[in-house]
């Protein structure tokens, strides 16, 4: 019963945050990061509290999105195009209908095809090791850093900024690094300090800035027939609805390049499958197919971002980091076959974002009068929560000032990368791959040859080449570091090409 | 700008109140990490019995050091901060630069706990090359392995000798954290686990493919001896390594060893006050009420395993001292710095 409870708290708070225009799923576990000692007792019962929230809080970002044309999160940014036009004709509750199906149907399936083969991919990981590792990891530094921005400059600058940050702390001898005599740095920067700096702070400031008002336009007829209709069309283009959801599916599973990607490539892609033909409404102008081409990719990326974060400890977005941090709060090692092993955790995994994913349709459907209620809210409120409980939950960490002063520095270097379009995402990525890299790259060295290494040992003799890059011994390594290869060129190649993720 | 000034009032108010607790216990680690686990348990189990509020403050650091140093320099001094310390501790205050001295507080309860070593099944001790995740907080783990990979040696077990063969028969990967090391020992990357108790039932116990090589056993401070580990029955190093090369271990590197092992595993999990702190009596009494009342100490021991807690702070100490000769000291700090790679120090003060 505990479990219903929390997932269906999980699910209100969720479509709240949800609700709140800019304020997305990484804010919204942050803000409940501070809960984290609640569940020490049973944190599969914080899993689904969590899951519940991010399904529920991806779903109510898209409500946001149509019905006042200002994101409710970046990843659901696409959705403004065509269903803000929608609801700026009266048929709001028709754009309604289609996020509630699409949402729902891609949520609720991709979840089902992530969760419960999970331990099955858990058999994948088995085969990595040291020289496997460093080869996914570099993969997923290329990935972030060439895919995700158009600005090869700025890329660099950014994941050369994440990987100092991932470098502070200690190395892999425990000699503190990058800590420039602050010894509250020998710990290196948390992610949920990282999270909040980058993501949390500066898009609160934003809506502080812009004085954001987020009332919905009238909607014009019945609601409910509007929901029906809504539920027709993604009937009538089922299709659209599940190229949608597989794209998402695909982007999420990438390392870092999660996020808004996966819902402008749908919408692309939705285009570009109806290019030529005839429309109701065109493209853009609230033409209910863009819509439904991309809504549901957001659900089906969330969900399969879990992977690379359950599998390889490589968030794909930034809520996803967010979730490793919390499993980490609750001591369970990200990335190992015995938590993939771990039945438990995969069920309540899959409970808690599918029972996410239908309870917001169903509070969206009975109580829409309140959605909009709590849309005409002064944003500078419940901004002001927020930023009082991410203070809060950072402080989390020591209680000490240096929480604070540090979560300062980060809002300002996240507020500067916001104004000059520097790639976020890519900085959290570089960070997260940063020590692992180091760590990966000594590992192996120490086990193909070079295994009397220590701080200060540069010779390279007696280091056996042929056998890491023998194929036979190491093909994912090799794999990984073609593919890498193949992706840096690409993004020199191809730079102009391609959505720019910031 | 005069609501954002509102929003940062409020949140300094709020940080002001969440600072009011009545006891703290200071935790070297960050959240999530075995020892801060462990400090959650025990400040929830605690409040019940101390009948105030206890709350947990992590102060991590390189090597779990800065925390343990700030409680020494600074925090120690009021009366309702207790220390809540790990066996790496006790292991830095042996070989690492700390500022903190175990001898300056009131030992409050400590775990007499164990660390277990696995092997692959069937790997012989006697040939090939063996690999193992390493990490702060193993030292005496790795030297038992290289004890009983190496065997006796001819010069009589020298740190030398047995570096020579550790070099030759040993690879010591740096920086593995718990998950990757039972990844690593899961698909053939490493010849050797290393786990607590609990893990070690959790994760290995009726799984194929490995076997429970040893474990340090614990200290019977009555008798100040080590003996068998009630949770591993025969499996103490010091049985495994005759039974495996028919005489008992000795020599330089095995003396290190015995003081490192029992610095750490004696006091792996303990909690501490300042000498002469007024509650300090209330906090043990409470203590001891925790670790006779069943659901609490269920609690407790579902993290670490069933074992014995220490609560006789002088004689665990002279215990521990014993330990302290300069040849076993000088030892373990040429052992750590040429096997490991550490940057140990060697501290003749702990011998006054």
Known sequence: MDYVIWALIGTMYGMLVGIIPIAGVTTALITVFSMGAYFMADPYLGLVFLTAIVASCASADSYTSILTGIPGASTTAACVIDGYPMAKKGQAARAMGIAITDSTFNGVIFAALTFFLLPYYGKIIVLFGRPEFLGFMTMALACVGFVASKNVFLSICAIIFGLCVGMVGEDVVSNPRLTFGWEYLQNGIGMVVLLSGLFGVPELLDGFRRQLKSAAPPMEGNYFVGLKQGFGDCRRHWKDMVRGGLIGFVTGLLPGVGGAVGDFLAYGATKAAHKGKDQEVPFGEGNPVGLLGCEGANNAQKVSSMIPACLFGIPAAPFAAMVMAICMYFGMEIGTPSLLDDLQFTNSLAFGYIFGTVGVALLSIFLYKYILKILEVPFWIYATFILVVIVYANMQYTGGWEDVALLAILSAIGVVCKQFNISRPAILVAYVVAFKIDEYFWGTLQLYGYKQWKPGLTSMEGFRWGELFNIYNHPIFLVCIVIAVGIFLNSILRKDKGIDYV | ?352
């Not at chain 2, 609990?198 to 994760?203: I, L, M, P, Q, V």
């Not at chain 2, 407790?300 to 215990?319: C, F």
Request: proline share 5%.
């Open chain 2, 1 to 352: 700008m005069k609501k954002l000034l509102v929003s940062a009032l409020i949140a300094f108010g709020l940080m002001a109140g969440s600072a009011q607790a009545d006891y703290t216990l200071i935790v070297p680690q960050e959240p999530g990490k075995g020892t801060s686990v462990w400090g959650e348990i025990i400040a929830k189990n605690l409040e019940k019995f101390i009948g105030e509020k206890v709350v947990v403050r992590h102060i991590p650091g390189a090597r779990d050091i800065p925390g343990f140093n700030k409680f020494h320099n600074d925090l120690r001094f009021d009366d309702k901060t207790i220390m809540v310390a790990h066996g790496g501790n006790g292991v830095s205050y042996l070989l690492d630069k700390v500022d903190y001295n175990y001898f300056d507080y009131e030992l409050i309860g400590s775990m007499n706990n164990d660390i277990v070593l696995g092997k692959q099944e069937g790997k012989d001790e006697k040939t090939g090359t063996w690999t193992i995740a390493g990490g702060s907080g193993f030292e005496p783990d790795a030297a038992a392995a290289a004890m009983l990979v190496c065997g006796p040696q001819a010069d009589g077990g020298s740190i030398d000798s047995y570096l020579a063969c550790w070099r030759e028969r040993v690879i010591w990967v740096n920086g593995v954290s718990g998950g990757e090391k039972r990844l690593g020992f899961k698909n053939g990357e490493f010849d050797i686990a290393r786990e607590s108790p609990a893990a070690w039932k959790r994760f290995y116990t009726g799984i194929e493919g490995n076997e429970l090589w040893f474990t340090h056993g614990i200290l019977d401070l009555e008798n100040n001896v080590q003996m068998d580990d009630p949770n591993f029955p025969d499996t103490q190093f010091e049985d495994v390594y005759a039974k495996l090369w028919g005489e008992a271990p000795s020599g330089d590197l095995y003396q290190a060893y015995k003081l490192t092992r029992n610095w750490r595993d004696a006091i792996q999990k303990s909690l501490w006050m300042n000498k002469g702190n007024p509650n300090a009596a209330k906090v043990k009494a409470a203590v001891t009420e925790m670790i006779n009342d069943p659901v609490a100490s269920a609690e407790i021991y579902a993290k670490t395993g069933v074992y014995p807690w220490i609560q006789d702070g002088p004689s665990l100490l002279a215990a521990l001292k014993s330990l302290i000769t300069e040849k076993a000291l000088r030892d373990a700090v040429k052992w750590n710095q040429e096997a490991y790679g550490f940057p140990s120090i060697y501290k003749p003060e702990l011998l006054k």
